[in-house]
C-alpha cells in the first residue's frame, strides 16, 4: 500500500525558511513524479511544485525562485526547501503522486507565516 508522510511543517516569520520533507513507502519511488500542493483556509488545492523521475522541475509562479523541490531516491524521500517565506504561503501543504493508477496524498503538514 502506497503511503506517504509528510513532516517540517511549522510556525514562522516571514522572512524565514522551512524545509518540508516527504516519505514514501509501497511504491518504485524512483520512478514516480512527485508533487507537492498547498491548501490555504477558503482556497482551493493549489500545485505547488513537481519534480520528475528525471529530476525535472515545475514551479507556480508565485514560489519561483523562492522554493526549491528536490528528491533523494536512496531514501524515497522529496523536499520542499522554502525561503523568503511570506504570509501568503500560509496553508497545509500536502506530498501527492500517481502510482498504479491512482491518486496517493500524504496527510499534510501545516505552514503557518506570521507577519
Known amino acids: 500500500q502506497v503511503r506517504l508522510v509528510e513532516s517540517g511543517g511549522g510556525l514562522v516569520q516571514a522572512g524565514g525558511s522551512l524545509r518540508l520533507s516527504c516519505s514514501a513507502s509501497g511504491m518504485i519511488f524512483s520512478i514516480n513524479t512527485m508533487d507537492w500542493y498547498r491548501q490555504a483556509p477558503g482556497k482551493q488545492r493549489e500545485l505547488v511544485a513537481a519534480i520528475t523521475s528525471g529530476g525535472s522541475t515545475n514551479y507556480v509562479d508565485s514560489v519561483k525562485g523562492r522554493f526549491t523541490i528536490s528528491r533523494d531516491n536512496a531514501k524515497n524521500t522529496v523536499y520542499l526547501q522554502m525561503n523568503s517565506l511570506k504570509p501568503e504561503d500560509t496553508a497545509t501543504y500536502y506530498c501527492?503522486?500517481?502510482?498504479?493508477?491512482?491518486?496517493?496524498w500524504g496527510q499534510g503538514t501545516q505552514v503557518t507565516v506570521s507577519s
Open positions: 501527492k503522486t500517481l502510482a498504479y493508477g491512482w491518486n496517493y
